[in-house]
């Protein structure tokens, strides 16, 4: 079990705007940075997300992330088709790196 | 462009052992942490171990601490984990991915493999 709580499934259709949350459980949370990643089905893992809210080169800024207390979002807006698929989140925990048990997300 | 290509799965025994091989191509190798990432097949990610620009420092997620050691020769620009006292828990696709760290924080795992495949199985 994580120590970084997702929801195991989210949904939207085209144009919406989701968000998945990713909740720590320790005191840690409330000073680590969190990371976001995209997994499109039968590929490696993208990094969306660094240090909260910092997107990578490339990262359409449909994609944010924000982070409050002991929890963490990632924000989706307009909504594409080519969005579905799994989303994790992920932070230091002491001296390791932990990732949430993942997202699905499906576009309806 | 960045390649990170993973090498060494294959069918192991329960208690055998594997050594799995990342060939990194693309980017300075010895700028950038590296860590192996695991996913069990339909499964979610789960971060397995990691090691320093230079070698000096290695953390390893406690289900495979003191079974797994993670290296790197900066001369052939590869990563390397050696896995010892094989589970099946173990089966998964390995990915050799690279993050750059400063000294105040790291930027995110910002490249990762194809992966590898592991199966334990008697």
């Known amino acids: 079990q994580s120590v970084l709580t997702q929801p195991p499934s989210a949904s939207g259709t085209p144009g919406q705007r989701v968000t998945i949350s990713c909740s720590g459980w320790?005191?840690?949370?409330?000073?680590?940075?969190i990371y976001w990643y995209q997994q499109l089905p039968g590929t490696a893992p993208k990094l969306l997300i660094y240090?909260?809210?910092q997107r990578p080169s490339g990262v359409p800024d449909r994609f944010s992330g924000s982070k409050s207390g002991t929890s963490a979002s990632l924000a989706i807006s307009g909504l594409r088709s080519e969005d579905e698929a799994d989303y994790y989140c992920?932070?230091?925990?002491?001296?390791?790196?932990?990732f949430g048990g993942g997202t699905k997300l499906t576009v309806l | 462009e960045v390649q990170l290509v993973e090498s060494g799965g294959a069918v192991v025994q329960p208690g055998g052992s594997l050594r799995l091989s990342c060939a990194a191509s693309?980017?300075?190798?010895?700028?950038?942490?590296m860590h192996w990432v695991r996913q069990s097949p339909g499964k979610g990610l789960e971060w397995v171990s990691l090691i320093t620009w230079n070698g000096g420092t290695t953390y390893y997620a406690d289900s495979v601490k003191g079974r797994f050691t993670i290296s790197r020769d900066s001369s052939k620009n590869s990563l390397s984990l050696q896995m010892n006292s094989l589970r099946s828990e173990d089966t998964a696709f390995y990915y050799c991915?690279?993050?750059?760290?400063?000294?105040?924080?790291?930027?995110?795992?910002?490249?990762w493999g194809q992966g590898t495949l592991v199966t334990v199985s008697s």
């Open positions: 693309g980017f300075t190798f010895d700028d950038y942490t």
């Open positions: 992920a932070a230091w925990e002491d001296t390791l790196r932990v």
């Open positions: 240090r909260n809210n």
């Open positions: 320790n005191s840690n949370f409330g000073t680590t940075y």
């Open positions: 991915a690279k993050e750059f760290c400063s000294t105040t924080f790291c930027y995110g795992i910002d490249s």
